[in-house]
């Protein structure tokens, strides 16, 4: 079974911190992917990635970056959190062939106080 | 951009009745995916279609990629309560390259 780990299910932050989201996949996905879910929103991308180092913005990029130094791991970073980057944050990964067939981890609940 | 349209929003049914759901566009579609959410995990791929018409079937699921390619459906049949959870589709515009777009998701709850 694929497996997509995320490394935090809570977390509470402080307005103006820096956040780092990590999330790991252990089936050798090329592709990555970040979204955020919001009640009555559905889920919107925020990046994805087709390969290391690769980085493409999906809808709503903007008050976010991202980082894949290596295949399994890709990093979504808020350079300073703000009170409406409070969110369920997904992550999904799936194979090169099958982009759209993704598999989600359990996602990171952030709250930005 | 391109938007979908799901609903209805939510559903409260009897065990043992059928559901149906659906999602439509004002635009073309080329794939269209169902994903089931449960409470405190993220989603989970039901079914994907890749061809207009298409209708696929997963145990008590089958889905159907409309004809026109801007609608598809969901239908459960014999609801059981582990059917709960929240039911997102999800399609691929001719330009959105590599990106889904979510449906709002409809809520269904099951009662014994």
């Known amino acids: 079974d694929v497996k997509v780990t995320q490394s935090s299910r809570y977390l509470v932050k402080r307005t103006g911190e820096k956040v780092f989201l990590e999330c790991v996949q252990d089936?050798?996905?090329?592709?990555m992917f970040w979204y955020r879910q919001d009640p009555g929103l559905g889920l919107r991308l925020i990046y994805f990635?087709?390969?290391?180092?690769?980085?493409e913005k999906g809808d709503i990029p903007e008050g976010y970056s991202v980082s894949r130094e290596k295949k399994e791991r890709f990093s979504l970073i808020l350079e300073s959190a703000s009170t409406n980057q409070t969110s369920m944050y997904l992550c999904?990964?799936?194979?090169?062939?099958?982009?759209?067939?993704?598999?989600f981890g359990p996602g990171t609940r952030l709250t930005v106080t | 951009g391109q938007q979908l349209n799901q609903s209805p929003q939510s559903m409260f049914i009897q065990e043992g009745e059928d559901v149906s759901m659906n999602c439509t566009s004002s635009?073309?579609?080329?794939?269209w995916l169902w994903y089931k959410q449960e409470p405190g995990e993220g989603p989970v791929l039901l079914i994907a279609?890749?061809?207009?018409?298409e209708l696929t079937s997963n145990g008590r699921l089958t889905a159907q990629f409309g004809i026109t390619r801007k609608d598809s459906f969901l239908n459960i049949s014999a609801s059981i309560p582990s059917d709960v959870g929240i039911y997102f589709c999800?399609?691929?515009?001719?330009?959105?390259?590599?990106?889904?777009?979510f449906g709002q998701g409809t809520t269904l709850q099951v009662k014994p």
């Open positions: 999800a399609g691929v515009g001719s330009s959105n390259t590599g990106k889904l777009i």
């Open positions: 990635s087709y390969d290391v180092k690769m980085k």
């Open positions: 279609l890749y061809k207009a018409g």
């Open positions: 089936m050798d996905h090329e592709n």
């Open positions: 999904a990964s799936s194979l090169g062939g099958r982009i759209y067939e993704q598999y």
């Open positions: 635009s073309i579609f080329n794939t």
